[in-house]
């Protein structure tokens, strides 16, 4: 070859070689392993210590004497519920301790007879230890940099006043995914309580793509775990285009996807219990996902939730709620209700201009997995409620929205406990393409 | 006509076909007046379960170390004089499956009957104290036993399944007079003789079998699947007492004790630290004298409420309300809680053990399963259940092993259980626990 032809040959190398490959579809596919409130943790380590997010520490434990004082019950009766309510009674434990509490913790009101868990204006705000901390993972949510916190990465605005309101409680507070709840959440959600996969894709490339899509659904499939517990990756799980299906437009850079645009996310809420599950709503919604180097995901999703719907969800579900939350978890219903409302940040109610939203974000990883898309209709099901609290979340919404106190229903003892059985067993599991079922579900302790 | 310890006087009574037991002869022992002649029977490998709530520590019981020699780890401390009787089985799990994880219960329920139960607490089907009675606890006056150190009627696992628990007895006081109160008779004394109350209500029984029969022909599938199982237990019935009309071999070296004075039992551990050794001495002198073959002692419940006085909170409310302590990677007071527990455990090993039976002690004729309903309580987790095995099954199972499950089922344990008790089951446990994996390194 002559030295010009050699050139010339090197010449169409390097420029082949220079020459960005052609765009293509794409896909990334993952199963969530890991998912919570984001709540930022000021301490250096352990879940209880003092930090910036938190000068006081974690809530400690409710002062019965103090949270059951009234105008109308005396000392006497106060003694009277809580010396049956002590550890032992006469040498035995008292088994029944708990129960007696959570019934007299129920009626804190003016009168004797206000259930303040529905009615809980009816009694004064006892004050919530808040976070007082400046930094927090969230979003943007209003546009304005001047208000709310700053995130870890020194992004200023984060609007996440649901950390503000909860993220001091012994049950949430902790370095990421290691809070109580969390980690049990989590337990529960890889044992097969629910499983939530995520799936991005464009037309260009995955590091960089304007017109990307992800979508956000639930799958059927339990969540394959190796010996050790950890989530293996590169297993398939069909995505359920059911209500809670999401399919959001996004656009990608360096990796990092965001979501733009507002519209609705609909999320599983943090559950640990087949009767405390269910979906949350991110009003006015954002998402940013990290699809990393080692093909895991990291994420937060965030927007503005229904803070009375959380406050129902709290409070009157069976397992988990009011009764076990005051005791516990440490936390006051009551002061959660004021806290609440008083942070509510969005979504504000076009007749009263009440805002019925309270700022909020969650975070999640994610493992490698395929997702597909299944050729038969794939339904997730419901999950199990008492009788009692969808009842009861209605009363205390409307209670709150009128501010007139609902007096008690008549209710049955235990009814609070009670899980209507399946009518059909089979109906409330979901079934893969075979007709096996395949989820598990979880019950009350 | 040649008779032995087996042989029975026939004849009738007021119609009926009666037998009487011989009394102990001389003639029935060898030269030496020890072993029984020609029909001496070897002694009889025993079962238990011993049950306690809110798993252990990892931090604090899991040896590092597998295989035998394993370090003895502080939480089982108690334990240590005992560490070549005993297999530590760790790292195993159990599989909801299709079914709910019932918190504090499908953890005892899968180890217990190989299944993921669907109602909170009832089994799927009999324990596995049951399926062991079954095949070794006839010609005993009590097919099995259940204890409740902690004096609540209702902490029993020894189940037939459903809502058929086996109701124990929640006092030293009861449980004495159950054993060793009114029918029974000390075989050991020489005027040990058939009760003749017992003889009537034999026969009596015998005349019922055939209005049975005629009854089971004449009633449709449900009645006779119930009356299945209410005639089963009359055939267990018959069976206890056909043993009682024989004089049990005795070959532990135990005498009766005087009954024990009332004491108070309840959930303090203080108070279990008075009562479970009692119980245990009890269970063992049970075991020991032939009363029974089977027993199944309850700690406390899943959930346990076991208490110190004047602390706050008692065992189950500290495993969700303490937090780990960062520097230690536990949570104190809980992991105090599960230190007593394996406490009371070592008293009912070293009950089995101080007595001695033939060329060993009673343990080593026994094989106990102590089982927990979790691996972490905080979190009600179904992974790396620890268990033990106290005893040697008279030789057919091998000690001192600390065994890694490396997140297989539990029920391998049940499978090796019930091969060293002599069942022949090739496979135990159903859907994800279904397994043919005995734990061979320690069957012998």
């Not at chain 1, 799936?199 to 260009?204: A, D, E, I, L, P």
């Not at chain 1, 940013?288 to 409070?315: A, F, H, K, M």
């Not at chain 2, 406490?343 to 002690?361: H, N, P, Q, R, S």
């Amino acid at each position: 070859m002559t030295k010009a032809a050699r050139t010339l040959a090197l010449a169409s190398v390097i420029a082949v070689a220079a020459t960005p490959a052609l765009a293509a579809p794409w896909v990334r596919g993952f199963i969530v392993d890991q998912y919570e409130p984001a709540f930022y943790y000021g301490a250096k380590a352990g879940t209880m210590e003092a930090g910036t997010d938190c000068p006081k520490g974690t809530t400690p434990d409710n002062d019965y004497n103090a949270l059951l004082k009234t105008k109308w019950r005396s000392d006497a009766e106060i003694a009277k519920v809580l010396k049956p309510a002590t550890l032992e009674v006469d040498g035995t434990f008292n088994s029944g301790r708990e129960f007696l509490l959570s019934a007299a913790l129920r009626y804190r009101g003016f009168r004797r007879d206000i259930d303040t868990w529905v009615n809980p204006f009816a009694a004064p705000d006892p004050g919530m230890q808040e976070v007082t901390g400046k930094i927090a993972e969230g979003f943007d949510l209003d546009n304005n940099p001047r208000t709310g916190f700053i995130s870890p990465t020194g992004r200023k605005g984060v609007d996440n006043n649901l950390y503000r309101v909860m993220g001091c409680g012994m049950a949430y507070r902790g370095k990421p995914f290691s809070s109580y709840l969390g980690t049990r959440a989590n337990d529960k959600m890889l044992e097969g309580l629910f499983g939530i996969v995520i799936r991005v894709s464009g037309t260009k490339d995955p590091m960089n793509d304007d017109n990307a899509v992800v979508e956000v659904g639930y799958t059927p499939e339990r969540i394959i775990k190796d010996p050790a517990g950890k989530v293996v990756p590169d297993y398939s799980y069909r995505i359920a285009k059911a209500a809670q299906y999401t399919k959001l437009n996004a656009r990608i850079k360096n990796g990092v996807v965001k979501m733009e645009g507002g519209a609705d996310i609909r999320m599983p809420v943090f559950s640990w219990f087949e009767n405390n599950r269910g979906e949350i709503t991110f009003h006015k919604a954002r998402l940013e996902l990290s699809l990393n180097p080692d093909t895991s995901l990291t994420g937060l999703v965030g927007g503005y939730i229904d803070w009375r719907q959380y406050y129902g969800r709290d409070t009157f579900d069976t397992s988990s709620s009011a009764g076990t939350r005051e005791t516990y978890y440490h936390e006051n219903q009551l002061a959660k209700y004021y806290a609440l409302k008083r942070n509510a940040d969005g979504l504000p109610d076009p007749k009263t201009g009440q805002n019925m939203g309270i700022s909020a974000a969650f975070r999640l990883t994610g493992v490698r997995a395929y997702v597909r898309d299944s050729s038969q209709a794939v339904t997730i099901n419901e999950p199990l409620s008492s009788n009692a609290a969808p009842t009861y979340r209605a009363l205390f919404r409307k209670a709150s929205m009128t501010a007139v106190i609902i007096p008690d229903p008549p209710r049955r003892q235990g009814e609070d406990d009670e899980i209507p059985a399946p009518k059909d067993k089979e109906q409330q599991t979901v079934r893969n393409e075979e007709g096996k079922s395949t989820n598990g579900r979880s019950s009350d302790p | 006509m040649r008779f032995n310890r087996r042989s029975l006087l026939r004849g009738l009574s007021q119609g009926c076909a009666v037998s009487v037991a011989l009394p102990f002869l001389d003639c029935f022992l060898d030269g030496n007046g020890t072993a029984l002649a020609a029909t001496a029977e070897r002694i009889p490998t025993r079962f238990g379960t011993y049950f306690w709530g809110c798993g252990l520590t990892k931090e604090l019981y899991l040896p590092k170390a597998v295989g035998q020699g394993y370090e003895m780890t502080p939480q089982l401390k108690s334990l240590s004089a005992y560490q070549k009787k005993i297999n530590l089985i760790s790292g195993l799990r159990a599989f909801a499956d299709d079914n709910p994880n019932i918190q504090h219960w499908t953890g005892v329920a899968a180890i217990s009957t190989g299944m993921a139960p669907s109602k909170d607490r009832e089994f799927e089907t009999q324990t596995i104290d049951q399926t062991i009675a079954g095949a070794i606890g006839h010609g005993t006056r009590f097919k099995s036993l259940a204890v409740a150190c902690s004096g609540n009627k209702n902490e029993s696992y020894s189940s037939l399944g459903g809502p058929n628990t086996n109701p124990p007895d929640v006092s030293p006081v009861g449980l004495y007079t159950r054993l060793f109160g009114p029918g029974f008779q000390d075989p050991s004394k020489g005027d040990w003789k058939p009760d003749p109350k017992v003889l009537l209500e034999q026969s009596a029984l015998s005349v019922v079998d055939e209005d049975r029969k005629s009854l089971m022909q004449n009633v449709g599938a449900g009645d006779k699947a119930r009356l299945e199982q209410y005639f089963t237990s009359v055939r267990e019935l018959e069976q206890t007492m056909a043993a009682e009309l024989q004089r049990p071999d005795i070959v532990a070296q135990v005498s009766i004790p005087s009954a024990p004075g009332e004491m108070p039992v309840n959930k303090s551990v203080p108070t279990l630290r008075k009562v479970v050794p009692v119980m245990a001495k009890l269970v063992a002198l049970g075991l020991a004298t032939d009363q029974t073959r089977v027993v199944n002692v309850a700690l406390a419940e899943p959930a346990s409420t076991i208490f110190m006085p004047g602390d706050s909170k008692p065992f189950h409310q500290a495993t969700h309300e303490e937090p780990i302590d960062p520097a230690l990677g536990y949570q104190p007071v809980t992991s105090q809680f599960s230190t007593y527990s394996m406490e009371m455990f070592a008293e009912l090993v070293k009950a089995l053990d101080d007595i001695k039976e033939g060329d060993g002690t009673l343990l080593d004729h026994s094989l106990i399963l102590a089982y927990t309903d979790t691996g972490f309580a905080k979190l009600h987790t179904l992974e790396a259940i620890p268990m033990l095995l106290a005893g040697s099954a008279s030789g057919r199972v091998k000690t001192g092993f600390h065994i890694a499950g490396e997140g297989g089922p539990v029920t391998r344990v049940g499978l090796t259980v019930q091969q060293a008790m002599g069942l022949a089951v090739e496979s135990w446990g159903k859907a994800s626990m279904e397994t043919k994996k005995p734990i061979t390194e320690i069957l012998a």
